[in-house]
């Protein structure tokens, strides 16, 4: 038989239970462990731990536990703590794509509004999410602890506010793309990046007639969609958006 002692720190002990918050647990198990599966046994996906340390050392989800180590788990707003180890996992990644499970189609809404490449399909299962986070090298995102638990899901991120303005936050906090932000630049309804029109252009005459002709009369640019033919323009949703983003963005 062989006990640990492990400890979570930060926001991750807002996902155990309340008797383990602020405190040393005990594990006792036989055989070989490792410990991934040790962390994921109190339902903490590995997406959302960056530091490992036993007896004060840095380690990875690789390590097998000995009889008497002592565990600390913490996230990544531990960054700064600990400035001279390499999170496991790492702030922004070099793709910024985004994949959201059914649950989450107005984050994927309003990171669509923001000009990120976010995939979206109510039809998929959770096997097929992780399989097109992994395929398509996606940032999986979900309310799912179970589902970041995959092994094929290549990233991802456990959201944990229930309100869409909230979790938008959550998402550009936790990998740092302020910077990568261009909004109006991607169609909301299929994903496609949208094409600039204006009223001289040629490309104008083929949407002229889905126009409104009140808003003819009042816009000279627009955006159209190449997957959906969804057309866009700087209406009062637009302007509803912008404030929505400033606040998200303060």
């Known amino acids: 038989m062989r006990e640990i002692r492990i400890r979570f720190f930060g926001d991750l002990e807002d996902l155990v239970l309340p008797h383990l918050r602020g405190r040393t647990a005990l594990a006792s198990f036989n055989g070989r462990r490792s410990i991934k599966d040790l962390v994921e046994s109190y339902r903490i996906p590995n997406t959302e731990i960056a530091f490992l340390r036993v ?5 990875d989800f690789s390590r097998i536990l000995e009889d008497g180590d002592d565990v600390s788990v913490y996230p990544l707003s531990f960054r700064q703590e600990f400035k001279q180890a ?4 790492m702030a922004k990644p070099e793709i910024i794509a985004f994949v959201c499970d059914v649950h989450l189609w107005k984050l994927a809404r309003y990171l669509r509004f923001l000009g990120f490449d976010t995939a979206f399909d109510k039809t998929l299962d959770d096997p097929e999410l992780a399989l097109q986070s992994h395929d398509e090298k996606r940032i999986l995102l979900t309310r799912d602890r179970k589902l970041l638990m995959r092994n094929l899901v290549w990233r991802g991120q456990l959201i944990r506010s229930m309100k869409s303005e909230e979790q938008v936050s959550e998402v550009i906090q936790r990998f740092e793309i302020q910077s990568d932000i261009r909004p109006f630049t991607r169609c909301a309804l299929c994903n496609q990046s949208l094409v600039p029109v204006q009223k001289n252009d040629l490309k104008y005459r083929e949407i002229e007639d889905r126009i409104p002709a009140g808003i003819k009369s009042r ?3 627009y955006s159209t969609c190449p997957g959906c033919a969804a057309i866009y323009w700087q209406g009062t949703h637009f302007k509803r958006l912008q404030t929505t983003f400033k606040n998200i963005l303060k």
């Open 55 to 59: 007896h004060g050392k840095f380690v």
């Open 86 to 89: 390499r999170p496991l996992t």
């Open 219 to 221: 816009h000279d640019h």
